[in-house]
């Protein structure tokens, strides 16, 4: 129904019942609609349930930034646990605690519907500002059943897939009263046609961006825009807080920009949790598809090497089933031959390249010892030296050197170490 043609006043409120007049000023008639919100198990009106499950909400996701735009909470009372408390998310406490949080949103959930709140013949200037907060509720489900614990790698599956649809309900819904800018609604309608099990997000995204430097842009624009969308509620919720009128003037305008732009806020963290819970279905399939490991089969070892693990046979039992050698003597697998346990100890910390055990002026002058380096050579060894006219022995050297190399050349004469070549 419109709130231009229909105004409820409510008439009383009982526990059970609740009593609405609908006053339609067209033809100034009026009627009495009757709903039955509460169940036999809460005494609560759906306001005082969403505020309590907030309350819940805001105690579990203390150290995220989920908290900071909760819109309002109402008190748990002094029987509320305290963070301390709650340990880790693993915990008992926080599942039961998150258990409970779940159960009041599902509350509300059934209130809404039961109330008839919202219409797909709507647009969003036709919902009351106080019923725009209760357009959250899947949202908040869904971040609570993504926190659901289990140990099961086959029991994650369900949880990410059941995460997922209500991301999608909660962006199908916004989508309905024109929430969702035109790239948004294009990439949900790609999502949607494929099964919820189906990760699409990324092809989505891609469709809409084939150029890498697109996405990049984009993505560097929507991280932007939820911050900026993250700051201004944050400053319309202090604004709020600030007057204190955040239960009694729901129809201010400030309230409904506030509640507006939370709307805003979280259908960006809905495609940011798609995207990881897609990721992650992505990794389930493949840890599924994967074949279980093969049993380790326990083998006997002996006291003495129970110890500390370690002995100096190379074919210890446990390590390796095959034999080190077949019956022929042939080595049957890779074996590594070590000398001392103190051996393997110093080298943990070693690193996996060789050091140098000596200086490059020690290698050269090794090198230089054995004869393996010629020296001579270049401009320097045209020049002849000259030798001192005055150094009989000098003078002495040169020429019995000089003699030597002329028995040289007339014993082997030029070509004649080469007679066996070039005979044809």
């Known amino acids: 129904m419109s709130s231009d043609q229909y105004k409820p006043l409510i008439l009383c409120e009982h526990p059970d019942v609740v009593v609405y007049i609908l006053l339609n000023p067209v033809y100034y008639c009026c009627s009495i609609v009757i709903f039955n919100i509460m169940s036999h198990s809460s005494d609560r009106t759906l306001k005082q349930e969403f505020s309590h499950a907030l309350s819940i909400y805001a105690l579990l996701f203390s ?8 819109i309002h909470t ?29 159960e009041s949103f599902k509350a509300c959930q059934l209130k809404s519907e039961q109330l008839a709140l919202f219409s797909d013949n709507e647009i969003i200037d036709d919902v009351a500002t106080e019923s725009i907060l209760f357009l959250t509720i899947d949202y908040y489900l869904a971040t609570l059943n993504d926190k659901i614990y289990t140990a099961d790698i086959a029991g994650r599956r369900p949880l990410a897939i059941k995460s997922k649809q209500l991301y999608l309900q909660f962006l199908n819904q916004s989508d309905s009263y024109e929430l969702l800018n035109t790239e948004s609604a294009k990439i949900l309608h790609y999502i949607t046609k494929a099964p919820v099990d189906t990760p699409t997000f990324t092809t989505a995204f891609a469709s809409s961006h084939k150029n890498p430097a697109d996405q990049r842009a984009a993505k560097i624009a929507k991280f932007k825009r939820e911050k900026q969308v993250e700051d201004y509620v944050k ?41 990881g819970l897609d990721a992650e279905l992505e990794i389930l399939a493949f840890a599924a598809s994967r074949p279980p490991p093969l049993p380790r089969v326990a083998s006997p070892i002996s006291s003495e090497s129970k110890k500390d693990d370690y002995s100096d046979k190379v074919d210890l039992p446990g390590r390796n089933s095959q034999p080190l050698l077949t019956a022929q003597g042939r080595v049957n697998r890779p074996f590594m031959i070590v000398s001392k346990r103190e051996q393997l100890k110093n080298n943990v910390f070693k690193p996996d390249y060789t050091l140098p055990t000596m200086t490059i002026d020690e290698y050269l002058e090794e090198e230089r010892r054995q004869g393996n380096i010629i020296e001579g050579g270049g401009p320097d060894s045209a020049k002849k030296t000259e030798i001192d006219e005055d150094d009989d022995k000098a003078q002495d050297e040169e020429t019995y050197r ?16 080469n007679t066996m070549t070039n005979l044809g």
């Not at 305008?253 to 963290?269: G, T, W």
């Open 235 to 275: 400053d319309l919720r202090s604004q709020m807080l600030a007057k204190n009128d955040l239960q009694e003037d729901s129809d201010d305008d400030i309230a409904r920009d506030l509640y507006l732009k939370q709307l805003e806020l979280f259908i960006e963290r809905s495609f940011n949790a798609i995207q």
């Open 402 to 417: 000089l003699r030597q190399w002329d028995e040289f050349t007339e014993a082997n004469p030029r070509g004649s170490g």
């Open 63 to 70: 150290n995220t930034s989920d908290t900071a735009v909760v």
């Open 74 to 102: 109402a008190s748990l009372g002094s029987s509320a646990p305290s963070t301390q408390d709650l340990q880790t998310p693993n915990s008992e406490k926080y599942q039961a605690l998150l258990n409970e949080c779940i």
